[in-house]
């Protein structure tokens, strides 16, 4: 058994925390970039998507 400290981490593009790997990204941890999806959400309307706060005046 792994112990959790074992587990590689990251760095959330957003919040600049450190995460660590889990299972349900197990396929696909080479494109996980946020902690979670509120990061995520929070990311992309910061980056000037349409419906964003950056894009409005």
């Given at each position: 058994?792994?112990?959790?400290?074992?587990?590689?981490?990251?760095?959330c593009l957003h919040?600049?925390?450190?995460?660590?790997?889990?299972?349900?990204?197990?396929?696909?941890?080479?494109?996980?970039?946020?902690?979670?999806?509120?990061?995520?959400?929070?990311?992309?309307?910061?980056?000037?998507?349409?419906?964003?706060?950056?894009?409005?005046?």
């Amino acid at each position: 058994m792994r112990r959790k400290a074992d587990l590689p981490q990251k760095i959330c593009l957003h919040c600049a925390r450190p995460f660590t790997w889990r299972r349900k990204w197990a396929r696909d941890w080479d494109q996980v970039r946020y902690c979670s999806a509120r990061c995520r959400g929070a990311g992309q309307t910061q980056r000037g998507h349409p419906g964003g706060k950056a894009a409005q005046p």
